[in-house]
């Protein structure tokens, strides 16, 4: 019953920004992880930024210091505000939450949103 929706991909320009949003439907209880992952033509998906209940957010060397991981809770969505884009950023990208009922893990995860960095 819990959908993840991505939104704000498109093309962008090397060094721009773009904003993905990830909007979630139905109940989610005890949230356990917050993520963005990101799959490129050719490559394996890659976690990309991550939000782990009790820790700061973690972020792979490929993005750190350009993207940003956030979420507001009232609206329940999650955001991961890119900066500083290069074409390597070009990929799929998809929310991931986890979540869990004390005993048992529940993983969710959006449709995913193109992103495409390019002149």
């Known amino acids: 019953q819990v959908k993840l929706v991505e939104a704000g991909g498109g093309l962008g320009q090397p060094g721009g920004s773009l904003r993905l949003s990830c909007a979630a439907s139905?109940?989610?209880?005890?949230?356990?992880?917050i993520d963005w992952y990101r799959q490129g033509p050719g490559k394996q998906r890659e976690l990309v930024a991550a939000?782990?209940?009790?820790?700061?957010?973690n972020y792979a060397d490929s993005v750190k210091g350009r993207f940003t991981i956030s979420r507001d809770n009232a609206k329940k969505t999650v955001y991961l505000q890119m900066n500083s884009m290069i074409p390597e950023d070009t990929a799929v990208y998809y929310c991931?939450?986890?979540?869990?009922?004390?005993?048992?893990?529940?993983?969710?995860w959006g449709p995913g949103t193109q992103v495409t960095v390019s002149s």
């Open positions: 139905g109940a989610l209880f005890c949230i356990r992880a």
């Open positions: 991931h939450i986890q979540t869990t009922d004390y005993a048992l893990l529940y993983d969710y």
């Open positions: 939000i782990t209940s009790g820790r700061s957010p």
